[in-house]
């Protein structure tokens, strides 16, 4: 059974970082590319980033573009996302999701992690 | 970026009805289209892909049609599990975009 579990979600003030993780199990971590995907509250979906399986390949919405980055440790099939300089509008459940692919370009998300809340506030 | 456009943005429908919602992407997209569905407090869980390919598990009652710009979600039996919002979202290119969701109330 595919599983990806959030963490390190929290309140942080403007212009902070923090860096959520995401623990996958149940598939060949290796062979798929990884992504975030954020709601703020009570809007719609938004894509943030993805990263291809090999972690050679990482891809940016505009508006975090230059302030997050995403990495990927396979050795603990965990995917990271490192916020800096965040800000109001960066508040949001961030979630974790699964690619059906190696490669990181576009695609769906075939599972998705519970989320874990980021509220940036001063 | 691809601009991806739903409508409604909310219906009320009794258990039963045959429940539409429709996708309207902002170039033609092919077959790249994929729908959610996400119950109140929860993580979306993917429905339909390559806008006519169901995932495994999910109800028959759940279909999916179209291809270029216009495409459609189709309940054909509303259950009182599928109560939920929906939503849509284009594989076709990066940035991967999303509607901004239909929400499915209880008459």
Not at chain 2, 30 to 41: A, F, I, R, V
Not at chain 2, 53 to 67: A, E, I, T
Request: proline fraction near 3%; include cysteine.
């Amino acid at each position: 059974e595919v599983q990806l579990v959030e963490s390190g979600g929290g309140l942080v003030q403007p212009g902070g970082s923090l860096r959520l993780s995401c623990a996958a199990s149940g598939f060949a971590f290796t062979s798929y590319a990884m992504s975030w995907v954020r709601q703020a509250p009570g809007k719609g979906l938004e894509w943030v980033s993805s990263l291809s399986g090999g972690g050679g390949s990482a891809y940016f919405a505009d508006s975090v573009k230059g302030r997050f980055t995403i990495s990927r440790d396979n050795s603990k099939n965990t995917v990271y996302l490192q916020m800096n300089s965040l800000r109001v509008e960066d508040t949001a459940v961030y979630y974790c999701a699964k690619d059906p692919y190696s490669a990181g370009t576009a695609s769906h998300f075939d599972y998705w992690g519970q989320g874990t809340l980021v509220a940036v506030s001063s | 970026d691809i601009q991806v456009t739903q409508s409604p943005s909310s219906l009320s429908a009794s258990v039963g009805d045959r429940v539409t919602i429709t996708c309207r992407a902002s170039q033609s997209i092919s077959t790249y289209l994929n729908w959610y569905q996400q119950k109140s407090g929860k993580a979306p869980k993917l429905l339909i892909y390559a806008a006519s390919s169901l995932q495994s598990g999910v109800p028959s009652r759940f279909s999916g049609s179209g291809s270029g710009t216009d495409f459609t979600l189709t309940i054909s039996s509303l259950e009182p599990e599928d109560f939920a919002t929906y939503h849509c979202q284009q594989s076709f290119s990066t940035p991967r975009t999303f509607g901004q969701g239909t929400k499915v109330e209880i008459k």
